[in-house]
């Protein structure tokens, strides 16, 4: 899911749980989506799993081989009353979301939502719809839901109206509107309801949790890139997020992992992560960079990076100077970069974009990768064809640098993205992108593997690598 760039509405409520003392952490399991939704007999595994990499001895390339079919196959979706897992990570790329899976009103209405730290409101597809797009769970009625209630234009909770009167003339209840950077929607009424998390943190068992008097947005007018979702599940840094209404119950920390989002069926138990609300213990490998906070975009994740190293080399040009904008400047609000897990590539500024793109381009030549000179390659505008006649390749690594020495090692999968062209052919491109209205992302493509925690608590973000267990 994009960043937003409109929230035409504030309403803060407070939340509790049914138990007298609420659990200090919450930690919900992930499955990879493949899990629940399995491929259709005969059906073939992403072109993305038959990519075979192996670190070189010096650690600064991989070697890469090639199956012999590089055709890609898209999984069939099964119907939805094979939803068996609370949290779910690895749509097929061409969604590049994934999501958690909730209870939604008493009694509770399965919800797949987006799980997004790019915005703060929890908001569903509702019945009645004026428009709504295809999901894959049952739509939410509030009709039917004993808890759910309407919070009315006089509340003092119904307040920070931007650009519309944000009051439902007929009913007198609190309207509100969100508007996402790649053009998605959702409208409705901003109401209070009871969400249900399944707990996977006690010992191998599963208990739900409830939370009720939740803030959400009930959509009856949605529409846009959504896919399959019931809506969001808003993890940003605003008063509306999750994180920050139930903060009396968890404290202002929260981490994930995302996992690989190519995984086999058969592999969904190896390629689980998860999401934890609360402060769990650090793996080890873990490194913070400190959190900055943007006065011009204060609900997001921002970050300063330090650079970027291809091959094993630090990519000096595009990296320095006052125009670099890898570093925040809250002045202007300009630079840093955003983790954003509804957003699947990264973005950096042109400049470093295409000094990161020219390194790796000479490296991966001179490993025997070739460079496809045709377009019509989605958005990318750096693939090359792996094909060597069964011989291997050599890619060059790449590693991010953030302030504080909080470095990412990311493996090949995470910046080589499978796209089969206008040929039928898969070739992998570099997933990285020139970002546009100064916004630097750090997308989920880039972060699945890695344990992320925002810890707005103590002010910093960390990455750990290799815990989706």
Known sequence: ?????????????????????????????????????????????????????HAADD????????????????????????LRSPVISGLPFDSGEYFAAIGVGDPPTRALVVIDTGSDLTWLQCAPCVRCYRQLTPLYDPRRSGSYSPIPCASTRCRGVLRYPGCDPRTGGCLYMVVY?????????????????????????????????????????????????????????GA???????????????????????????????????????????????????????????????????????????????FSGPGAG?????????????????????RLPGAAY?????????????????????????????????????????????VLHFAGGADMALPPANYLVPVVGVDRRTYFCLGLQPAEDDLNVLGNVQQQGFGVTFDVERGRIGFAPNVCV
């Open 240 to 318: 509306l997020s999750f994180p920050a209404q139930a903060a009396a119950a968890y404290g202002r920390v929260f981490s994930y992992c995302l996992g690989d989002r190519a995984a086999r069926a058969e592999r969904a138990a190896s390629s689980a992560g998860y999401l934890v609300f609360g402060r769990a213990p650090e793996p080890p490998s873990t490194a913070f960079t400190p959190l900055r906070t943007n006065p011009r975009r204060p609900g997001l994740y921002y970050v300063d990076m330090a650079g970027v190293s291809v091959g094993g080399e630090r990519v000096a040009a595009g």
């Open 354 to 398: 295409a000094a990161v793109r020219d390194a790796f381009d000479a490296r991966a030549a001179a490993g025997g990768a070739r460079r496809v000179a045709h377009a019509n390659l989605s958005v990318f505008d750096a693939c090359y064809d792996l094909r060597r006649g069964g011989a291997t390749v050599r890619v060059p690594s790449v």
């Open 1 to 53: 899911m994009a960043l937003p760039n409109l929230l035409l509405l504030l309403c803060i409520v407070s939340i509790s749980a049914d138990a007298t003392q609420p659990p200090r952490t919450l930690h919900v399991p992930v499955l990879h989506r493949n899990a629940i939704f399995p491929p259709a007999p005969g059906a073939t595994p992403s072109s993305s799993r038959r990519l075979r990499l």
């Open 59 to 82: 650690a600064t390339h991989y070697t890469v081989q090639l199956a012999p079919s590089l055709h890609s196959t898209a999984a069939d979706d099964d119907d939805d009353d094979r």
């Open 181 to 237: 950077g790649d053009g998605s929607s959702s409208t409705g009424h901003l109401a209070t309801d009871r969400l249900v998390f399944p707990d996977g943190g006690g010992g191998g068992t599963t208990r739900a949790v409830h939370h009720h008097n939740v803030t959400l947005g009930c959509g009856h007018n949605n529409g846009g890139l959504l896919e399959s979702a019931a809506g969001i599940l808003g993890v940003g840094r």
């Open 326 to 346: 890898l570093a925040l400047d809250p002045a202007t609000g300009r630079g840093g970069v955003v983790v954003d897990s509804g957003t699947a590539i990264s």
